[in-house]
Structure formats: C-alpha cells, structure tokens
C-alpha cells in the first residue's frame, strides 16, 4: 500500500482552493483526465496482446505511422472530456484540425491540447510510452473554441502534465503551483501522492539525445555535446548519456536525475532547420513543469515559454533541463566559436 494517502482527486481540489478566484472547472477537467489515463493505463498494459497492435495504414499530419493504441488514446481522451462542461475546445498531435465540443454539450472556459499517445514506436518493445496534456484558458468570449484559443504562448498555460505508462503508471502535473507526481495502486484505481513538489537539481550529470543525428546538428550544439564528453572531473564530466527515444520517459528521468534533454532542429539543410517535437502538444507542456520544478527549457535562442505558436503543428528545437546545464547550452549558442574548455569556468 502507499504510505501518503493524498489522492491526486485531493490534490487538485486543495491547489484550486488556494485560489480565491477558483470556479471548479480546473478540478473537474483535470480529473476528467485522469479517468481517461486509468483507460489508457489500462489498454498499454494489456499490450502484449497482439489485437492491439499493428498500423491502421493512415498517416498522422506529421507523417508518423498512427498506430492502434494510438488511437485507442486519441479517442479515449477525446470522450472522457468532450461533455464535462470544462472545454470550448480540444486539439490533438493526431489530429489535423480543432477538435469541436459537440453542439449538444455545454462549452468551458478552457482548451485541452495534447499528445495522446507519445513515443508510440515505442510500443512493441514494451518501454514506457506517455500521454501529455497543456490547458489554457480561452481568449475568446463564448460559443466555440477559435484557434486563437489555442494558438498562445507557454507562459499562458494554466496547467501542463504527463501520464507515464512505465512499469507504474504516473501523472506529474503542475497548475503552476508547483510540480507533484502521482502513482496509480492499479488494485484500487486510485492515483496517490508519491513524489511531493518536485525539484530539478540545478546540475546534473546525463545528456538525453538521438546521438545517430550528430551530423545534421547544428554547430553549437555539437560543439555542446562535445564538451559533456570531455573528461573534467570539476565539473563531473564526463556525462553519461541516456537516451530512450520516448518523450515523457526520457523527460522524467531528467526531471528528477536533472541533466539536460535536447531534441535540435535537424539541420542538414540550413537554410531549413527541421526541428521534430511540436511545440503545443509536447515541447510547451514540457517546458512548463520543467520550469516550475526549477529548470529550465530554450530553443537556443529563447524562452520555449516566450515563443508564439503561428499553426497548431508548429515544432520547435527543444533544450531542457537542469538550470545550470541549460545556462551552458545557451553560451554555445551566443558563442558558439568559443573553445569548449573555457565554459567549465564560467559555468561551474
Ligand atoms: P511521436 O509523438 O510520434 O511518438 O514522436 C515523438 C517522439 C518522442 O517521444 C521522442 O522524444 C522522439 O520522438 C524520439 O525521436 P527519435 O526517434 O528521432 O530520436
Ligand atoms: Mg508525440
């Protein structure tokens, strides 16, 4: 059994009320959520079976395979939220368009936007996969959500989490109060307190990158990762390198190990950097509980916080973080021609 007894339930309702403006709608939309992880909890670990499995020969707006379980999320989500009264509308990695609230339910103050099922090439070798979720609060003034609902910055969100689906099923979520993670007693259904306000140590010791792109990175960030290789026990270097290539399990690692993720634009063309990780469903949120954990996350030349979305599928370069470790990346990007030796004394 767990030793805490805090409920994320609980939780939720106890952050809102510190709130003095607080409705309700925040609470009941973040438990909705949780609902449909427990379903998706559910359906990954029955995994192994092969029905679930295989492509459904469609194609996602980013050109991924969109697998079974794939969509098993994206609709799980989808009717877990759509009736609750919270959203004016839903927008999802897998989806090209707004998602509508039907005309029949009652619109809410928020948009949900999210990644239903992340790192799904993952799936079949049975490593952790996760759903990740951002909400704003709409802009507009009533009726339908518009896209400039969705369409904010960052700094906007008013909550952000992940469900990791690992060999326990978590939430880690932030209403910017803080960032608190969950673990779900699958014999009773419930998710407790089981990590009290997380905190990114401000260094760390492990880099989190596709090594195998090393030649379409840009400069400065080879130049980078050239540097956590170098031998420099002052500032315990050598890093080791983790790399699991699913989001949310290589970024809860980060989280609480600390140390840096990157995920840099390829740029094999340079002209046309082609970064991969989209900023409203996956890099935004990410950046969000990051930040409130007391690290940090830049594109290389700003705050992910600061960016402005133009499209609903826009993506971004993503450097996250440990505070002092993204500091260093920042300064091989102001100055990306300075030797890697002299960082160790300015950052260290
Ligand atoms: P997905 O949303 O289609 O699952 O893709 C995103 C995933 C992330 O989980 C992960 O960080 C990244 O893609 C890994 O990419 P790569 O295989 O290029 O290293
Ligand atoms: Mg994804």
Redo the contacts with the bound molecule.
Sequence with gaps: MPTSMITVQRHILEQERANPHATGELTGLLWDLTIAAKVISHQVNRGGLADIFGGTGEANV?G?LVRRLDRIAQDTIYRAMDHGGHLCAMVS?ESPDMIPIPAKFPKGPYVLLY?P?????NIEANVSIGTIFSVHRRISTSGDGTQGDCLQKGSKQIAAGYFLYGSSTMIVYTTGQGVYGFTLEPSIGEFFLSHERILTPPKGKYYSI?EG?VGAWDEPTRRYIEYLKQKDAASDRPYSLR?I????A?FHRTLLYGGVFL?PADCSNPQKPKP???LLY?VAPMAFIMNQAGGAATTGTQNVLDVQPSSLHDRVPIVMGSKQDVAVYEKFCVDSKRAPANFASDAH
Excluded: I
């Design positions: 980013t991924d990695e990644d099922l992340d790192g799904s090439s596709n792109n790399y290539g699913s989001l949310v290589d995920y991969k990780l989209r996956e």
